[in-house]
């Protein structure tokens, strides 16, 4: 019987793979046979992550990348892919901000515009030029933020609500390409991101707090890293071959359960 979900020989880019939700990407992709390529601006940590793929028998690379400089990008993005194409492209990298319109300040904005907004388009200018004779498969990270209102998240809802729209329009001028378009929209994922919030901004009252942020997804808690990377799975695999320009909400029943 055929495997489900297989990528054997496939090339995978992944966007801020050294930790959180990338590397669970970059592992779940790898474990499906992937070679999973790893774009990071901490070179360290996307290092530790091929070695963790490499020691489980999987095959993956680390590459330094500031997803927010365009000539970086053009210029990584060939050098990967000399002498092989670009299956799976996964624009995962991003920063986060606090702030609402009043205490968004013109450069906490524009740092988020340069890595959410600007480094997805750098991806996916690179990406959609090496997938267009052959096509492929690129997931973009979006938000709940993107959909519904979140409070003191002026500036990085903007960011992922400009990547829901440019998720659509690539799916819709790509599609004579062979390049499937989609992204999923994550509620609160426990990642190593979260303790650090928490740990800078509750010191001592850390427990207290995740257990409230928890409890804001009626399933009574936070994503894991793992659900993130099986769904982006399926959606680079065939078995999404008839899924293009849609968004996938994984979370908890955030947006409609709350609403």
């Not at 966007?15 to 592992?27: C, K, L, N, V």
């Not at 009043?102 to 388009?121: A, H, M, P, Q």
């Not at 390049?179 to 009252?205: E, M, Q, W």
């Amino acid at each position: 019987m055929s495997k489900k979900f297989d990528l054997t020989d496939k090339t995978a880019i992944i966007t801020g793979g050294g930790s959180g939700i990338g590397r669970a990407i970059a592992m779940a992709l790898a474990d499906s046979g992937a070679t999973s390529i790893i774009l990071d601006l901490n070179l360290d940590g996307a290092i530790a992550v091929v070695e963790e793929i490499q020691a489980a028998g999987g095959k993956a690379e680390a590459h330094s990348c500031n997803v927010a400089d365009h000539e970086e990008v053009q210029r990584v993005f060939g050098d990967i892919l000399k002498g092989r194409s670009l299956d799976i492209l996964i624009n995962n990298a991003g920063i986060a901000h606090v702030g609402n319109i009043l205490t968004t300040s013109v450069e906490d904005f524009d740092r988020i515009y340069s890595v959410n907004i600007k480094g997805v388009f750098n991806t996916l200018k690179a990406g959609v030029e090496a997938m267009k004779n052959s096509g492929g498969s690129i997931v973009n990270l979006s938000s709940v933020a993107a959909h519904v209102g979140i409070s003191d998240r002026f500036a990085y809802s903007t960011s992922k609500g400009a990547v829901h729209a440019m998720t659509l329009s690539v799916a819709k001028d790509c599609l004579s390409y062979g390049i499937r378009c989609n992204s999923i929209s994550p509620g609160r994922v426990h990642t190593p991101f979260v303790d650090g919030f928490l740990a800078k901004n509750y010191p001592g009252n850390e427990k207290e707090m995740f257990e409230t942020l928890s409890k804001t997804q009626p399933i009574g808690r936070m994503g894991k890293p793992d659900e993130m990377g099986s769904l982006v799975l399926y959606l680079c695999s065939e078995e999404a071959s008839f899924i293009t320009g849609s968004d996938f909400k994984i979370d908890g029943g955030f947006v409609t359960l709350n609403t």
